[in-house]
């Protein structure tokens, strides 16, 4: 992964929300005067007080608004005294939607303003919300809901495909839950409620008895969902809402057009666009932030019926893009100058047992320019990842060996330095990989169940 890519954290920042978009933040915005000075108003678009009946003035407040047809979302926090200002050169003239988020609250009439070009102001009035249930995040479900640490563990394994959301509203009995559980198991990692992926043996995983731990989170999740009510039967703990200089900020989110886009990797490229890859579906993107406006470009779906998405993409030292097909198993080159997309077969593709599909994963074109090279993850269906090294001029895959006394490993994350040399990175261990030349050294940094996954240049 290297630095140029904007953090993984802010893309998944939206996930809760039915729309998957792109936000970008900008931190440390120089403290102005307060609202109500001529100063600070002047050189506002628009500002205001929020305030609610329970808090009066209202400290780290989101204020979001949205101009009529446009895709860019530019969102402000409430400082201590509840005031929020949109500085003068974040947004247009036009007809703005106003939004609000504050858990526990929502706005008392719905926001909206017309901006012209002198500045504005709009207080907000918030009333305690109907629905908090709906406002949870998956955090606060976490901390809310009864349970041992060990049971709480189970969460964990819910919240790579959706939010807590979907189990805590089901209705499903132990029985029935236990087989949600194992059907959850099924799906691939890159699998949402609107783009359910299953894994090729499906049918034999859901014949399979049930296991203990299916039984026992069918048990747990049953226990805290609404099959016993029609209401949760514990009280909801709420996170506090930033405050100080955590309100200092800028946060601008891009709709992106295909409803259910669901970004996983963005860079930013030379000339200023953001692109980005679709972790379920088959597209890469260009996002102008300038503008707001998209363009989509098609993946190929060389395996009908497996799961589409891409899970990597970056440029190489040349300027073209390379982003990998995961369950289709192969990784695209794209000139974003001509548009025209080659696609480099995995030669494991079609290798699919064990309940895995072959799949590739993650990549590293950034040192293309010293010998021809890529590096790229794949997997052999079945197997632990493998590194490769990939010329893409020749569609050829070099496997990484390693010496038979190195520990067993599962590079995760490859990157590459700038000799092109590889260092990939364990999965579930803290373990290094080192490829130099060729000669491959396994580094051991300590042998600690951490998740030392990502790296960076
Ligand atoms: C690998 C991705 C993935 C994981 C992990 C996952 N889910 Fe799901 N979940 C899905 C998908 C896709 C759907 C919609 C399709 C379906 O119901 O099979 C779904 C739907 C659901 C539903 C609604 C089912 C219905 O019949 O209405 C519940 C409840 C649920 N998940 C609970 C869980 C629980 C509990 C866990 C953790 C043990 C979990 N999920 C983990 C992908 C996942």
Redesign the pocket.
């Known amino acids: 992964m290297s630095t140029r890519k904007i953090s993984e954290l802010a893309l998944l920042g939206l996930i809760g929300t039915s729309l998957f978009g792109l936000t970008a933040c900008s931190p440390d915005i120089p403290v102005e005067s307060p609202v109500g000075e001529s100063s600070s108003v002047a050189s506002s678009a628009l500002a205001g007080k929020v305030t609610s009946q329970e808090e009066g003035a209202m400290e780290g407040v989101v204020v979001s608004a949205q101009r009529e047809g446009s895709p860019i979302i530019v969102s402000v926090v409430s400082n201590e005294q509840g005031e929020y200002r949109f500085p003068q050169d974040r947004l247009d003239a036009g007809s703005y939607a106003i939004s609000i988020r504050a858990v526990g609250y929502d706005l008392a009439s719905e926001g909206s303003v017309e901006l012209a070009t002198n500045a504005a102001t709009l207080n907000l009035q918030l009333t305690t919300t109907r629905s908090l249930s709906a406002q949870l995040s998956n955090t606060e479900w976490m901390i809310s809901a009864p349970g041992s640490f060990e049971e709480k563990q189970?969460?964990d394994?819910?919240t790579?495909?959706?939010t807590l959301q979907?189990?805590m509203t089901?209705r499903?009995g132990p029985d029935e839950?236990a087989k949600?559980?194992q059907?959850?198991?099924a799906?691939?990692?890159n699998?949402?409620?609107a783009?359910?992926?299953f894994k090729s043996f499906v049918a034999e995983m859901l014949s399979e008895p049930l296991t203990e731990e299916e039984i026992d989170?069918g048990r747990y999740?049953s226990g805290i969902n609404l099959s016993g009510a029609d209401t949760w039967q514990f009280p909801f703990q709420t996170l506090p809402r930033p405050s100080g200089k955590a309100t200092q900020v800028i946060m601008t989110t891009y709709d992106l057009p295909r409803p259910n886009s669901a970004p996983h990797d963005a860079l930013v490229g030379p000339d200023g666009n953001i692109w980005y890859n679709d972790f379920v579906s088959p597209y890469i993107g260009k996002l102008d932030p300038r503008t707001g406006e998209v363009t989509e470009y098609d993946l190929p779906v060389p395996k009908p019926g497996f799961a589409t998405g891409s899970h990597g993409i970056d440029f190489s030292d040349d300027g073209l893009i390379y982003a990998t097909g995961m369950h289709q198993s192969y990784v695209v080159e794209f000139n974003p100058n001509t548009e025209e997309m080659k696609t480099l077969q995995f030669p494991h593709w079609q290798v699919d047992n064990a309940g895995n599909d072959s799949r590739v994963t993650v990549l590293d074109p950034s040192a293309k320019s010293v010998n021809g090279q890529i590096w790229v993850n794949g997997y052999k269906g079945g197997e632990l990842g493998v590194a490769y090294q990939v010329n893409p001029e020749t569609n050829e895959w070099t496997e990484v060996t390693h010496p038979a006394s190195a520990p067993l490993h599962n590079a995760y994350d490859v990157v590459a330095d700038s000799q092109n040399n590889m260092y990939g990175f364990n999965m579930n261990r803290e373990h290094v990989l080192e490829n130099r030349c060729q000669n491959v050294r396994d580094q051991i940094l300590s042998d600690t169940n951490t998740r030392r996954r990502w790296a960076t240049r």
Do not use: E, I, N, W
């Open positions: 189970y969460f394994d819910c790579m495909c959706h979907q189990p089901s499903y839950m949600v559980v059907r959850m198991g799906h691939t990692l699998s949402t409620p783009f359910p992926h989170k999740f």
